[in-house]
């Protein structure tokens, strides 16, 4: 930023935050169905006004980055903008068991359906759920973004696939099972310190600035994912 700063200060700036800068979310009311968690104060999802509360190492270093991007556009007039994401995922994404949910559990999938027929591990009960957002319209915000910077320098924007892309690992394991005629066995393990147990944005804010919103369902974007990892 000082860099930008000092010698380049007409750059334009997207900083990739995390919905980690919300922190655990448990100051909210919370439904457990059958296969997932519902919050019941923030049905359609949260919004920025959503107070934030640094947790893990990984959330504190993006949230300070997140600030600072805020500030120096405050500050110095910089054109930053900040899109803090709940879950990306889509084609060329080399998953691990700690990032990139879905495509990990779709590799999973792949070696089921090879024969690899062993339990693989979760973290708590399966029931905890994100909004995911396919590589394809996380493409197209960015340029779209990048086009109409001027209409949102200085701000920050929750970025999801909203409510209706949203999914539970049962459900993502049921959504698999079908698709590839398949049984997704697992254990569990214990709940990860600080997990959320919904995080669906709310992203009327940025669909209101540049007119953009995801396309891509989370039904034909898991299978776009399996097809692509089972090819390579």
Known sequence: LEAVRQYNSNCNIIYSSTNKVYGDLEQYKYNETETRYTCIDKPNGYDEST??????????????????????????????????????????????????????FCQKAVEIKNGINKPFTISGNGKQVR?????????????TALANVSKIRGNAFNIGGTIVNSLSLLELFKLLEDYCNIDMRFTNLPVRESDQRVFVADIKKITNAIDWSPKVSAKDGVQKMYDWTSSI
Not at 131 to 143: G, N, P, T
């Open 51 to 104: 107070q934030l509360d640094f947790h893990s190492p990984y959330g504190c270093s993006k949230g300070a980055a997140d600030q600072y991007m805020l500030d120096y556009a405050r500050i110095f007039g910089l054109n930053t903008v900040v899109f803090r994401h709940s879950s990306m995922y889509g084609g060329r994404q080399f998953a691990t068991y700690d990032q990139g949910w879905v495509g990990w």
């Open 131 to 143: 909004d995911v957002l396919h590589a394809e319209d996380m493409i197209s915000l960015y340029f």
